[in-house]
Nanobody, 119 residues
Framework: VQLQASGGGLVQPGGSLRLSCAASGRIFSVNCMGWYRQTPGKQRELVAT??????NYADSVKGRFTISRDNAKNTIYLQMNSLKPEDTAVYYC???????????????WGRGTQVTVSS
């Protein structure tokens, strides 16, 4: 399974960005997909996840970020509004997929995309 993320960039405080992550490959089912972020010297942290039945957000992004999922395309999106300088990080796409091997599935990571919030 390959995860291709896009949509990062430079934005001013208060601005918006939309990240996309498309999963491709031998995918029988998608258990969960989500976004994590990491800054230098810190551990990677959860931003938001989405399953077939619910969404989950870090407290720091609740009310500002929205995660959504297009099941037909195996793609997730992260709409980021009211961005703050502390949102600056490399954002990584993650997913757990059943590919016919281990049950319920295996974990995959995409390459990160840089989000910089600065004036």
């Amino acid at each position: 399974v390959q995860l291709q993320a896009s949509g990062g960039g430079l934005v001013q405080p208060g601005g918006s960005l939309r990240l996309s992550c498309a999963a491709s490959g031998r995918i029988f089912s998608v258990n969960c997909m989500g976004w994590y972020r990491q800054t230098p010297g810190k551990q990677r942290e959860l931003v938001a996840t989405v399953t077939s039945s619910n969404t989950n957000y870090a407290d720091s992004v609740k009310g500002r970020f929205t995660i959504s999922r297009d099941n037909a395309k195996n793609t997730i999106y992260l709409q980021m509004n009211s961005l703050k300088p502390e949102d600056t990080a490399v954002y990584y796409c993650n997913g757990e997929f059943f590919t016919g091997g281990n049950w319920p599935g295996d974990d995959y990571w995409g390459r990160g995309t840089q989000v910089t919030v600065s004036s």
